[in-house]
């Protein structure tokens, strides 16, 4: 997969999202389902950061800090059944981080 379809599904899935907590649970059938608190943002998370190490567009140490991100979310899931705060801003952090990384190696 060519780096720069990585770049833009990265600046996607960080920029078009909201990053706020909506007061409801929401459902795949409500019509604006577009938050980071939702399964799919984290699902598709992981699965652009999984083709970024199947293609070795980065190595290991530049996506470091990643399975940690989503255990913690993982653990949160688990203790209190929805998504915090912290998690969100937390992948957001490491997305930029990710995306410059991928600018840089492009110019």
Not at 1 to 25: A, G
Not at 73 to 98: K, P, V, Y
Request: glycine share 4%; hydrophobic share 35%.
């Amino acid at each position: 997969m060519p780096r720069h379809k990585i770049l833009k599904s990265l600046r996607e899935i960080r920029d078009s999202y909201s990053d706020d907590i909506p007061e409801k649970i929401l459902c795949s059938t409500d019509k604006d389902i577009m938050y980071k608190v939702r399964n799919a943002w984290w699902s598709r998370v992981n699965a652009v950061l999984d083709l970024i190490g199947i293609y070795g567009i980065l190595d290991e140490s530049e996506i470091r800090g990643w399975s940690e991100i989503l255990d913690r979310h993982t653990r949160n899931i688990e203790e209190t059944g929805l998504t915090q705060r912290e998690d969100i801003a937390s992948m957001n952090s490491f997305l930029t981080r990710i995306i410059d990384v991928l600018e840089s190696k492009s110019k």
